[in-house]
């Protein structure tokens, strides 16, 4: 697949929280993180259940709010934007509010995801499934959109089902054409959220490998929450262990997972094995 716009413009650093802190009601979630993910750069976050995964790709999809702190994307302000008569607030020091609806919409579609469930439209064909976001939300031209869905349902390895409708799909089919779909919004960067639970075991390597393919051969920025400690070594530049909210250990994914520095990673890592 080639390679998605040229990004040389834009900053080294993809996504920044900055002391971020994510409370309901008196249930911290997210206590004071500070995450730096790099452009370009493939992390996978690993940790028991309630540990605060989720809701950092939550926060990213913009389905959550911070609590406290500041969440960057592609060096500018994500969770807030400039107040008036304030600074551009690129480097984090402007005058912030937090971000308005209408600016919350702007800034995330630059960022993709796939859920565990793939939520396709039943009524549509796999293309129209595809085509449909970049036609309706990027305005892009809907032949020329259906030209690059083919293109992208052929990577998957699905260009023999762009007609058929995605409930005569297998589950790994569909999840798949959620890649496809996510893909054709030029994302730059990409969030799995536990893709492959949902899937019975032996549809889970068809989705693995079509990831693995992704991260090969994109630049896109991934951000990734799995149990799948196969494929979090295989993608990944950077494990993070989390721990109640916090980062417990973070490490080259060979590193961390062959010799975790932390009795909890030990205990998290034996339990998933
Ligand atoms: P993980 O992905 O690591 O399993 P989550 O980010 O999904 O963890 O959840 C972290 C904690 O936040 C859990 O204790 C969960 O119960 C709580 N939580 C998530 N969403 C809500 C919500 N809407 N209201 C209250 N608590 C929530």
């Not at 036609?135 to 690059?148: F, I, P």
């Not at 762009?162 to 890649?179: E, F, K, N, Y």
């Not at 492959?196 to 693995?208: H, I, N, R």
């Amino acid at each position: 697949m080639p390679k998605e716009h040229d990004r040389d413009e834009q900053p080294a650093e993809a996504v920044r929280f900055d002391r971020v802190t994510k409370r309901y009601g008196d249930h911290t979630v997210l206590d004071g993180l500070d995450l730096t993910v790099g452009r370009g750069e493939r992390v996978t976050l690993i940790g028991p259940s309630g540990s605060g995964k989720t809701t950092i790709l939550r926060l990213l999809m913009t389905l959550e709010r911070v609590t406290e702190g500041v969440i960057h994307v592609a060096g500018r302000p994500f969770s807030h934007m400039p107040g008036a008569g304030g600074s551009d607030g690129a480097d984090g020091s402007g005058n912030l509010v937090p971000a308005s609806e209408r600016y919350l919409a702007e800034r995330r579609r630059g960022i993709g995801m796939v859920f565990q469930h793939f939520n396709l439209f039943p009524h549509m064909s796999v293309l129209e499934n595809v085509v449909e976001a970049p036609v309706h939300v990027l305005k892009e031209d809907r032949d020329e959109a259906a030209v690059r869905a083919r293109e992208l349902l052929g990577m998957v390895g699905l260009a023999d089902k762009v007609d058929a409708r995605p409930t005569r799909l297998s589950g790994g089919q569909q999840q798949r054409v959620a890649i496809a779909r996510a893909l054709a919004m030029r994302p730059e960067i990409l969030l799995l959220d536990e893709v492959t639970s949902a899937l019975d075991p032996e549809l889970v390597a068809e989705v693995l490998d079509v990831l693995r393919d992704v991260a090969r051969d994109t630049d896109i920025t991934l951000l990734c929450v799995t149990h799948e400690m196969g494929f979090a070594r295989d993608v990944s530049d950077r494990i993070l262990m989390f721990d109640r909210g916090t980062i417990v250990e973070s490490g080259r994914a060979d590193e961390l997972l062959d010799a975790p520095g932390h009795e909890r990673t030990r205990a998290f890592l034996s339990a998933v094995r």
